[in-house]
């Protein structure tokens, strides 16, 4: 038996959140590195389509210090980042592509890039071991 839930009111934890809108050609498999590297302890983060990201902290306090400081992380991946609000929403998609039958020599971002560049913008690649 399938069954719809519908939330009237959003989960607590966003409270806790800051969203981030990604810089095109942001490196997404080093944001969490580096932002523990700059003694900033989120818990996870939510990607929310191709350039939006929940960075998710412990409490509200933990999310506010990271918002205020004054940190060069923020300046290397994203254009923008501000505490959530309810009326936020994702303003993008994500598109994850499978590509059989190519290759392993052709699992680069030169070759990966000139395939895709005609369907859109490409941010990035899910696979943080290819080639230059």
Same mark, same amino acid.
């Given at each position: 038996m399938?069954?719809?839930?519908?939330y009237s009111?959003?989960?607590?934890?966003?409270?806790?959140?800051?969203?981030?809108?990604?810089?095109a050609?942001a490196?997404?498999g080093?944001?969490? +590195?580096?932002?523990?590297?700059?003694d /900033?302890?989120?818990?996870?983060? %939510?990607?929310?389509g191709?350039?939006?990201?929940?960075? &998710?902290?412990?409490d509200?306090?933990?999310?506010?210090?990271?918002?205020?400081?004054?940190?060069?992380y923020?300046?290397?991946?994203?254009? +923008?980042?501000?505490?959530?609000l309810s /009326?936020?929403?994702a303003?993008? %998609?994500?598109?994850?592509?499978s590509?059989?039958?190519? &290759?392993?020599?052709r699992?680069?971002?030169n070759?990966?890039?000139?395939l895709?560049?005609?369907t859109?913008?490409?941010?990035?690649f899910?696979r943080?071991?290819?080639?230059?």
């Amino acid at each position: 038996m399938k069954e719809t839930v519908i939330y009237s009111l959003k989960p607590s934890w966003l409270n806790n959140c800051l969203l981030a809108s990604i810089s095109a050609g942001a490196n997404n498999g080093k944001i969490q +590195d580096d932002l523990i590297s700059c003694d /900033i302890q989120s818990t996870r983060m %939510r990607f929310l389509g191709a350039s939006q990201v929940l960075i &998710l902290f412990e409490d509200h306090p933990f999310m506010m210090h990271a918002f205020e400081a004054d940190l060069p992380y923020w300046d290397k991946y994203v254009d +923008d980042i501000k505490p959530w609000l309810s /009326i936020d929403c994702a303003i993008d %998609r994500l598109a994850w592509i499978s590509i059989q039958g190519l &290759l392993i020599v052709r699992w680069n971002r030169n070759c990966l890039t000139t395939l895709l560049r005609s369907t859109r913008d490409i941010i990035g690649f899910d696979r943080l071991g290819l080639d230059a």
